[in-house]
């Protein structure tokens, strides 16, 4: 996530630390890890969920692979996501 979400969560990108890297569509940027206790999408809840903040610009927050491998499949078909648990 950028700083906008981060902020919006209670979080002060001021003071996070900045020592991971991460590659984006714009090239390389710093990033900083977070962790949720938990984090929940639609009905499913996971716990333990690692983050990081972007201190580059993103349209959004994306969902990385290391949360999108708790899932048992994870399908695109046209415009939609579709993610069982």
């Keep these: ?17 900045y020592y991971d890297r991460a590659q984006t569509a714009n090239g390389e940027v710093a990033t900083a890890p977070i962790w949720f206790e938990s984090m929940t999408l639609g009905p499913v809840t996971f716990s333990d969920v690692r983050a990081a903040v972007n201190e580059g610009d993103l349209f959004g927050s994306l969902l990385g692979m290391s949360y999108l ?12 996501l579709i993610l069982t648990p």
């Design 69 to 80: 491998s708790r899932f048992s499949r994870i399908e695109i078909t046209g415009n939609q």
């Design 1 to 17: 996530m950028s700083s906008t979400p981060a902020r919006k969560i209670g979080l002060d990108p001021a003071t996070l630390a």
